[in-house]
């Protein structure tokens, strides 16, 4: 009975299963965003903020053109159910609006950079940067040159366009973590962060160090980040609405200050990465690219086995 017994072996536990992130999970979890990427994306979310208040309050004035959003497709989507329920085909700004979106990200899409954040790709990132600002600006101009005639479906579509790509480059180099032109998987994000402390915090679950952890670190990050996202999109929004009704700037040339402001942006990042590129890519830049977050990540994770 005894060898019986000890013949019987017992099965070993089965290993703990990781839970599978993206690398812009890592990026977090290593360290906050860089400076950089933080600045930048609330720059960008202030322009787009601006150039969506200045259209919702009808920069774009032509027949069956009506003030319509330009930074998202929600509203877009829900406003074209409705010209097609009540049989209203004057009204193409909401499906221009949307053709124009996704032909500015498919543009992106085909010129940014593949993969994360890469600091020697900085021209590449500022070309597009320009060609938003230029889009921005040519929709300010088509519709002071319209003057509600002849023009009118183009401003919308460029400025949709410029939106499209902007927020395809913010997508493509930080792996979905920045969208820049609307805030609605932003709000979801926040809902779930706050959700899951909630449950760990109503468990007991408690940290390696013996600390109930609440909020983690990533999940700090993120919150910071998108803190900076919604400020920047509605101080752009308000800039945009005193542009348009303090002021009283006819037409569409509210959108000649996000132009600028984007332009300024390309510029900068154009002569950063001038400089990285003549000093052979040694060049320090108050940012940090993903791969070396997951670098640093790794060398973390094998110093702790």
Partial sequence: MAETSSMIKVAPAAPERAVARRPSFTLLASEDLSPLVLRTAFVLAACAGCTNAAAMLGAFSAPGIGATGVTHVTGSLTKM????????????????????????????????????????RLRDYAAILFATALLLAGAAGLQELDHGHGFGFLPVVAAAAACGAQNGLATAATSSIVRTTHMTGMATDVG??????????????????????????????????????????????AVGSALVDKLELKYARALYAPAAVVLAVAAAAAAMGGGRAAAGGDVELPARTADAAIEEAGEQKSEQV
Avoid: N, Q
């Fill in 81 to 120: 159910g409705m010209v097609v329920a009540d049989h209203d085909r004057a009204h193409s700004a909401p499906a221009l609006a949307i053709l124009g979106y996704v032909s500015g990200a498919a543009a992106a899409g085909a010129s940014a950079p593949p993969g994360l954040l890469d600091l020697d």
């Fill in 192 to 237: 779930l962060i706050l959700g899951r402390a909630a449950g760990r915090l109503r468990r007991g679950d408690r940290g390696p160090d013996g600390a109930r952890p609440g909020l983690t670190g990533p999940e700090l990050c993120r919150l910071g980040l998108y803190g900076r996202l919604a400020l920047g999109f509605v101080g752009g929004a």
